[in-house]
């Protein structure tokens, strides 16, 4: 997401290099590019415009006109610009209420069942909730044996009553269901159509006034842009609604829903999503989009996910390895296993400052590891342990074994050697903690 935005907004400030200053005149210039960079990723004119007057305003502030560095200026005051117009700051779910109850709307292909698992999952795992979703989809077909095998992924409890076409007394009464179990949270997924029609408005609205919510999630399909825009409004002035989910943000879009619905409704972007997977859910941090969207990278939200999946007691063991120099390639493995927990490997690769541009032809997948995988999975428990006993009969029995070459095998064994002598030198130049107190 915003891949071709942050190219065009590079290209636009470096109008500005090399000048001595900001002046009006150049200050125009720039501003004229970075909104067509605005409305060819699909934010809505008036957004763009009020955008980049925000922008020029700050821009030719007393202080800023005797600028060194104009270009770098202009970058910050976009950058500050970018997050007030996505919310500020990020913004959680309200989870107050015996059990919360959260109601989950949005048109039917907007993601709303898979994001009703995912959200259960996130509150499960990173909130230490016990949720129960409910089943209210009794339209679409297939939607509830899809909340069921979802549920059955995350282990967490669905209530369906497949009988009942009265999708206000299902909520209702999964709410009891979970009252009397001692379930904390409740996600209520409803039914959606292909388009916005009066059918459909009544039914939500009536769901949420039988249910009474903490929480009204808007889930909007990020790929149809402006459109997504159109359509949040309408449920709004409906629904009154809390907040927005972004979904499928790994497809192919120019980013304009996500700059453009949050000046429009006036609602905080909550999560934003991509992929099937059920961890594939994060808050909507603005201030860390923003430096994505302006080629900062962002490494909070790496070091974040890399926490996550980091086991203190592997860790230590690895430090030990590393000095010792007994890294292995069953460590190597481990190692790999690891940053396949952490996500979409392009993703996390763009949270690396200049990272994203320099990968902008390169494609990963989540095969990407596969052939390195194979290779190591096809070496004995003897030659993984010891990598030095790898010669060349060894090398073509593990390329024979893997379906891989010679080549590969050579590539593979040269880069682990690498990656050692690195973190080797890396553990060496960082200095010795003390424990003990003064």
Excluded: W
Aim: charged share 30%; with cysteine.
């Amino acid at each position: 997401m915003f891949e071709n935005l942050s190219e065009r907004l590079e290209r636009s400030f470096k109008l500005l290099k090399g000048e001595g200053k900001i002046t009006e005149l150049n200050v125009a210039e720039t501003l004229k590019d970075v909104r067509r960079a605005l409305l060819d990723a699909d934010v809505s004119f008036k957004v763009a415009r009020d955008f980049t007057d925000d922008v020029k305003a700050k821009a030719l502030g007393s202080h800023v006109l005797t600028a060194v560095r104009p270009g770098e200026m202009m970058v910050k005051i976009v950058h500050d610009e970018l997050v007030n117009l996505m919310g500020g700051k990020a913004e959680d779910v309200n989870l107050k209420g015996e059990p919360a109850v959260m109601l989950i709307a949005g048109l039917q292909g907007s993601g709303k069942t898979t994001f009703s698992g995912k959200l259960a999952n996130y509150l499960k795992t990173k909130k230490n909730r016990q949720p129960v979703l409910i089943a209210c989809d009794v339209y679409r077909p297939a939607a509830i044996e899809q909340l069921k095998i979802l549920g059955e992924q995350i282990r967490v409890p669905v209530y369906t009553e497949e009988e009942n076409r009265n999708p206000v007394q299902i909520a209702k009464n999964g709410i009891a269901f979970a009252k009397a179990r001692g379930f904390n949270v409740v996600i209520v997924d409803t039914a959606g159509r292909l388009a916005i029609d009066e059918e459909m408005m009544n039914e939500i609205a009536a769901i949420k006034a039988g249910v009474n919510p903490q929480e009204t999630l808007f889930v909007v399909d990020s790929m149809t842009g402006q459109d997504a825009v159109n359509t949040a409004k309408e449920f709004n002035d409906r629904l009154n609604f809390d907040g927005v989910v972004l979904t499928k943000l790994d497809g192919d879009t120019r980013g304009g829903a996500a700059l453009s619905i949050r000046s429009v409704v006036k609602k905080p972007i909550k999560f934003m999503s991509s992929g099937e997977k059920m961890d594939a859910l994060d808050i909507f941090h603005p201030e860390r989009m923003a430096s994505r969207i302006l080629g900062m990278g962002d490494i909070v939200s790496l070091v974040e996910k890399a926490q996550e999946q980091l086991d203190a007691e592997e860790a230590r063991k690895l430090q030990k390895k590393l000095a010792k120099d007994q890294f292995n390639f069953n460590d190597f493995y481990k190692q790999i296993q690891q940053v396949k927990k952490m996500g979409n490997i392009k993703d996390l690769m763009g949270m690396i400052p200049g990272a994203g541009k320099m990968l902008k032809n390169i494609e990963f997948d989540d095969n990407a590891f596969k052939s390195i995988e194979a290779m190591i999975l096809s070496m004995t428990p003897h030659e993984r342990e010891n990598p030095h006993v790898i010669n060349s009969s060894r090398r073509k029995r593990i390329a024979e074994g893997s379906g891989m070459n010679i080549t590969e095998i050579n590539k593979l064994i040269k880069q682990f050697e690498e990656s050692r002598k690195m973190m080797k030198t890396a553990m060496a130049a960082k200095p010795p903690k003390s424990h003990r107190r003064r």
